[in-house]
């Protein structure tokens, strides 16, 4: 059940990332994937600080953190859209 699950998040994660929409909320799901699969896959490679910074799934993890703080950005769908709602009210 969980990998099916994780490879629809994954994809339909990345294609959404892409596009710049809810790109908070599908960065979160992507971080919790990350962290189970550093902590599943990879716990007997974590041997030190140092260790865990240079691996690809903390570094992926670290950069959903940045997209969950910071949002999109100016040409993302969520973007626009938000212009759309406040040029409304």
Known sequence: IQAPFVAGVEFLGGILLLLGLATRCTSALLFIIMVVATL??????????????????????????????????CVSVDHVWAKKCQAKT
């Open 40 to 73: 599943t896959a990879h716990r007997a490679d974590i041997v030190s600080v140092q260790a865990l910074f240079t691996m690809t799934t903390f570094l992926y993890g670290m950069f959903f953190i940045w997209l969950m703080v910071k949002g999109a950005g």
